[in-house]
């Protein structure tokens, strides 16, 4: 990317687990950051002395159409690390499509500005999500799993209507926008970066004989493809997987 330390990046989901670890990433290679929060209260105090950090309170689903617009405007991308609280109203209780439908108004947003460069869209997703643009290998067992997931858990639905929406609606043509879905394995804690692989495709079954992937090692590969125009080149469009090397 050039002139990177000019850029600025949107994140949502910047106080979660993840989300917090990308703004870190990002700040650390110069660029700029816009984190949109609930509540100021879940961004770590480090982030408040950055003076290359913009905390915008609310949600990206109670902000009307030109507060987004503005929010989204002059930015080489937006990366989402939402997900749903693992509680049983996080779970089950509403907002039921939160990351589909986060995606849907900040790629909307994005379009209405019109941007004279394709804005890079990253989303942080999971490997029991299936590429339906390519042929993967799901054993039968999986299938039947999955089928449960999609009737009992509806953050699993919103993860895969929300990587649909990317491959479907804004697919690989859309003049104003780029996407890359990130599929990640059973997240771990870890304080540093460590090897990591990334393939197109799980190598392992996501339900029995899941690998893992430390939620550093996703906010470095998500920072790395904003950054890195030959990375982006190498999976725009793609759900690459990332599993962490000890695990793969």
């Given at each position: 990317m050039s002139n990177s330390s000019a850029a600025?990046?949107?994140?949502?989901?910047?106080s979660g687990a993840t989300g917090r670890l990308l703004v870190q990433q990002l700040l650390d290679r110069g660029l700029n950051v816009k984190a949109i929060v609930r509540?100021?209260?879940?961004?770590?105090?480090?982030?408040?002395?950055?003076?290359?950090?913009?905390?915008?309170?609310?949600?990206?689903l109670d902000l009307n159409d030109a507060d987004l617009a503005e929010h989204v405007a002059g930015c080489v991308a937006v990366a989402s690390c939402l997900?749903?609280?693992?509680?049983f109203r996080g779970i089950y209780g509403p907002p039921h499509r939160l990351?589909?439908?986060?995606?849907?108004?900040?790629?909307?947003?994005?379009?209405?500005?019109n941007p004279p460069q394709p804005v890079k869209y990253v989303l942080m997703n999971t490997?029991?999500?299936?590429?339906?643009?390519?042929?993967?290998?799901?054993?039968?067992?999986?299938?039947?799993?999955?089928g449960l997931l999609r009737l009992l858990l509806p953050p699993h639905?919103?993860?895969?209507?929300?990587?649909?929406?990317?491959?479907?609606?804004?697919?690989?043509?859309?003049?104003?926008?780029?996407?890359?879905?990130?599929?990640?394995?059973?997240?771990?804690?870890?304080?540093?970066?460590?090897?990591?692989?990334?393939?197109?495709?799980?190598t392992r079954s996501a339900i029995f004989?899941?690998?893992?992937?430390?939620?550093?090692?996703v906010a470095h590969f998500m920072a790395d493809l904003i950054v890195d125009d030959s990375l982006w080149v190498q999976w725009k469009g793609q759900m690459p997987v990332i599993y962490n090397q000890a695990s793969a």
């Open positions: 600025t990046v949107l994140v949502v989901g910047a509540s100021p209260n879940g961004v770590p105090g480090i982030f408040t002395s950055q003076g290359r950090l913009a905390v915008i309170q609310g949600s990206v997900g749903h609280n693992l509680t990351v589909t439908d986060t995606a849907r108004r900040l790629c909307q947003a994005i379009q209405q500005n490997t029991g999500n299936s590429n339906r643009d390519i042929q993967e290998r799901t054993s039968f067992g999986q299938k039947i799993v999955i639905v919103d993860n895969e209507k929300a990587a649909d929406y990317l491959r479907v609606q804004v697919g690989q043509k859309d003049e104003a926008i780029q996407w890359v879905a990130v599929r990640a394995d059973n997240l771990i804690d870890e304080t540093q970066v460590t090897g990591y692989d990334v393939v197109p495709s799980p004989d899941a690998g893992q992937t430390s939620r550093i090692n």
